[in-house]
């Protein structure tokens, strides 16, 4: 599988912390190989609308969208508590 970022994904991204752009890259290379990877810890939290969070770090987290073989990352974020 492969993936890119949305417009607002791309935003979040260039926001972002260098040591969060640095775990981003990480996971998201486990993502496109192994959706089940553990540190990912992905899950569905939408089914209507097909979103998936996953984790970046213990603080952060990326939410994206399965489009046939490629996911979308929608928004990198802080985790919201």
């Known amino acids: ?3 890119q970022h949305s417009i607002r994904s ?3 991204y260039n926001d972002a912390a260098p040591v969060i752009k ?4 990480k996971q998201a290379l ?3 190989a192994n959706m089940r ?3 990912l810890r992905a ?5 209507t609308n097909n979103i ?13 969208r399965i489009e046939g073989d ?4 929608l928004r990198i974020i802080p985790h919201p508590k």
């Open 52 to 64: 998936w969070q996953a984790r970046v770090n213990q603080a952060w987290r990326f939410y994206f």
């Open 22 to 25: 640095k775990a981003f890259d």
């Open 10 to 12: 791309k935003t979040d």
């Open 30 to 32: 486990l993502l496109a």
């Open 37 to 39: 990877h553990p540190s």
């Open 70 to 73: 490629n996911y979308l990352i």
């Open 43 to 47: 899950k569905k939290i939408d089914e």
């Open 1 to 3: 599988m492969t993936w």
